[in-house]
């Protein structure tokens, strides 16, 4: 395979779910219909910047299929974000909710920028204008969107208000992961690294190693990077190395957990307050039990595969591993928990919190992670039954499990 369609987390998506409709024997027309979504929106917002000047930034909807319910995905902030990237990830939260059983579709939004550059109130402006554009295919019955990278309950609240304040009624379950006070939902903040507890709890079960004694690689000290190791030194284990876009930091005997939280800044950043640290590069490639690439898309390549030394993998970032690098691990004996189900504890809880503002009734964080626990325990023996039984990798049965129930919902509405 070449670098291209390595690379390309669009294409890469698509032979995936190709991959997986034919293995559960659907036709050719089902594949035209899911693999690219059905509606793609971009729109322009201009926003009055601090110094009086106007400036125009492109963002972008997209909602994959609607056959099984309202579209769910998130909002990033990010200079890097194009239009395929939000195409794929609209795909992969459709591959999530089918895989945690959950009456959604996916969809998934974002708006190139940077939000380290800009104030407190340009990002206000441009969150609120961001609702203004997208309003007319959104809302709790239609598209619910979410935080995603570099956006943050505030910035929900605000897309809230604006939302409410077009539609001229309080609508808490048009978003999700909102302020508590705002009706969030308890545990929404910690969900994706809760999940991927969950999951690196069973994945080492399979192998037989002991929590308390093993080895952890995050790569990325974001929301779910910086939980996640928060969790792990609670949990006994040792989290030897950890990284963010600045450079990387390794001990053999165990960072200071709880020092390097105290020093991250907002944005996840730490590894720069420290003299003697390693790359990215050479994070992935340490001896560990656990790699857990909670960072950016395509980390793990056909170059490095071959050198990783863990004995599990657990996608806590969207798309960290290309194909032809699952390809490699799992011939490796590499064990892949991939992203669509790795992840999923945000879709999970976020599902939790539309719930409960549709109900006007608030469960405590005891009972949010005992149902969390039970929908993600029950994913991953879902998508290691079918990688064991159809001799497919972890990848292409995640997928398996999650499209199912799409492409089921769509045949019987009579699409296909």
Known sequence: MNDKKETDVLLATQIVIEQ?????????????????????????????????????????????????????GGVRFHPAVHENEVKALSIWMSIKCGIADLPYGGGKGGVICDPRSMSIR?????SRGYVRAVSQIVGPTKDIPAPDVMTNSQIMAWMLDEYSRIREFDSPGFITGKPLVLG?????????????????????????IDLAKARIVIQGFGNAGSY????????????????????????????????????????GNVTNLFQQTITNEQLLELDCDVLVPAAIENQITEHNAPNIKAKVV??????????????????????????????????????????????????????????????????????????????????????????RKVAEAARYRGWV
């Open 228 to 267: 996640l190791a928060k969790f792990m030194h609670e949990a006994g284990a040792r989290v030897i190395g950890i990284s963010d876009v600045s450079g990387a930091l390794y001990n053999e005997e165990g960072l200071d957990i709880p020092y390097l939280l105290d020093r991250r800044d907002s944005f």
């Open 184 to 208: 969030g939902s308890k545990g929404r903040e910690t969900a994706t690294a809760r999940g991927v507890v969950i999951m690196i709890h069973e994945a080492l079960r399979l192998k037989g």
């Open 20 to 72: 997986a409709l034919q293995r559960l024997g659907y036709e050719q027309d089902m594949v035209e219909l899911l693999k690219e979504p059905m509606r793609v929106l971009t729109v322009r917002i201009p926003v009055r910047m601090d110094d009086g000047k106007t400036k125009v930034f492109t963002g972008y909807r997209s909602q994959h299929n609607d056959a099984v319910g309202p579209t769910k």
């Open 122 to 126: 340009e990002l206000e402006r441009l």
């Open 314 to 403: 657990v996608e806590a970032a969207n798309g960290p591993t290309t194909l032809e690098a699952t390809r490699i691990l799992s011939e490796r004996g590499i064990l892949i928990v991939p992203d669509v189900l790795a992840s999923s504890g945000g879709v999970i809880v976020s599902y939790f919190e539309w719930v409960q503002n549709n109900q006007g009734y608030y469960w405590d964080e005891q009972e949010i992670d005992d149902k969390l626990r039970l929908m993600m325990i029950r994913g991953f023996e879902q998508v290691y039954d079918i990688h064991r039984t159809r001799k497919v990798d972890m990848r292409l049965a995640a997928y398996m499990a999650g499209i």
